[in-house]
């Protein structure tokens, strides 16, 4: 487990149970993007209402995430590390009490669309608790010229959620209970994880101000985060990347059950086996590559969003699974550049103070791209490879706007040293703004 980008300032233990925490929800969540295909077609239940049960918690999730961003700095990290699990855990323990009683017919379709609309709901309004404070106390005992490896540890949590979620998804299909098995363990794994972080982690100490930044937070400290000119061209590139990223992993399942022309059923393998492949290819991405080339944010965003864009014209040819596949692994591979990018970039151009603020803000731009799902899902339905060209002309944009745009075309000066690159970053764009 990756623990040595924070190691040298924070606790190993600490870190692990945060990462695995992290791991744990994104198991759960990949898990039921994987099964919600199967889900919805069993139920009779159209797809684009299918894609649009995450629709409602992406606005709560936006909307909730800088309330709790805002809490942890009042009541620490940890008690909202365990709201956030807390409201994952009965979230999934609702949509699987919902998806067999779907099963069972003891309701129309419509009314279970609606129950599974408001049982995830419960995700969006408290599970969003969760990704601020573990983002935030990360950052509160890491320096800064080691935060980008390990903000991309942390982001691979993500990326290892989904191998797993994926993988493990079918095989939590119990004989009784059926496709409504994998929510019910993945509430499960929750409630271990809850135990664990009550029981196990310490809370996070806040580091001393360091009086540059508190200078520079006073002048800024009216000014909304959405505002904010130090921020606002990371969460713009964050949102078109995760809304981008968030519609192919939405489609993806589809595709392969109309690529293979089998029933869904027949087709959960195939989807695991190529969400498992793109998963993989963003944890060469952020355990590997990053490390190794010791890639600073603004090389991130530059590769992330070309190598995204390559991948997206690859699914959009769709000749065969395979070539779907190596495309969705490429395109994942930039993903997994990209989102360490804009989250290690914002989280570098700010003080100590607004660690929680940037941090529910990325949490937000995170969660809100759901919502356009339904319209990537009806773009689908009109054409099978129209949303993987959509996704390509906007990381091209992206990649456009890396480019062009100052704070993130200057987000890292050539540095002193490699050593040194997240550092000399900082430094610099501090004596730019003064």
Not at 287 to 312: H, K, S
Request: proline residues 6%; positive net charge.
């Amino acid at each position: 487990m990756p623990v040595d980008a924070a190691s040298s300032t924070m606790p190993k233990r600490a870190f692990a149970i945060i990462f695995c925490s992290s791991v744990a929800t994104a198991i759960g969540n990949t898990g039921l993007i994987s099964v919600l295909p199967l889900i919805g077609r069993s139920l009779a239940i159209p797809d684009e209402m299918v894609v649009a049960i995450f629709s409602l918690s992406a606005i709560l999730w936006a909307v909730s995430s800088p309330f709790w961003a805002k809490a942890s700095d009042r009541y620490g990290r940890k008690p909202l590390m365990m709201v956030g699990l807390s409201g994952f855990m009965v979230s999934m323990t609702v949509c699987g009490t919902v998806v067999g009683a779907g099963l069972r017919h003891m309701a129309a379709p419509m009314v279970i669309f609606a129950a599974l609309l408001l049982g995830r709901a419960l995700f969006g309004l408290f599970g969003a608790a969760s990704n601020p404070a573990n983002q935030a106390y990360v950052a509160d005992h890491t320096p800064r010229e080691a935060r980008t490896q390990a903000m991309a540890s942390l982001a691979g949590a993500f990326g290892l959620g989904t191998v797993f979620g994926p993988f493990l998804a079918p095989y939590f299909v119990y004989p009784v209970i059926g496709i409504a098995g994998p929510l019910y363990t993945f509430a499960a794994i929750a409630a271990v994880m809850l135990v664990v972080v009550w029981r196990f982690l310490p809370e996070s100490s806040r580091p001393a101000e360091d009086p540059a930044d508190e200078a520079e937070e006073t002048l800024e400290k009216a000014r909304p985060i959405w505002r904010d000119p130090r921020i606002l061209p990371f969460a713009l590139f964050g949102f078109v990347v995760a809304t981008c990223q968030t519609a192919q992993q939405q489609t993806l399942g589809f595709l392969v059950i109309d690529k293979l022309g089998v029933s869904p059923m027949a087709a959960k393998d195939s989807i695991a086996m190529a969400m498992a492949f793109g998963a993989v290819a963003g944890l060469l991405a952020q355990w590997g590559l990053i490390r190794m080339f010791q890639m600073t944010p603004r090389q991130l965003l530059r590769w992330g969003v070309g190598c995204a864009a390559a991948g997206n014209f690859l699914v959009a040819l769709q000749p065969d699974y395979r070539t779907v596949v190596a495309g969705y692994a490429l395109a994942s591979l930039g993903f997994g550049f990209a989102r360490p990018g804009f989250t290690a970039g914002s989280s570098l151009a700010v003080g100590w103070k607004d660690q929680a603020r940037v941090a529910g803000a990325i949490a937000a731009v995170n969660g809100i791209n759901a919502v356009f799902a339904p319209a990537f899902m009806a773009i689908y339905r009109a054409n099978h490879s129209a949303p993987f060209v959509l996704n390509m002309i906007l990381m091209l944009g992206m990649l456009a706007y890396a480019l062009i745009n100052p704070t993130l075309r200057n987000a890292d000066p050539a540095p002193a040293t490699r050593a040194d690159a997240t550092m000399s970053t900082i430094e610099r764009s501090d004596e730019g703004g003064a």
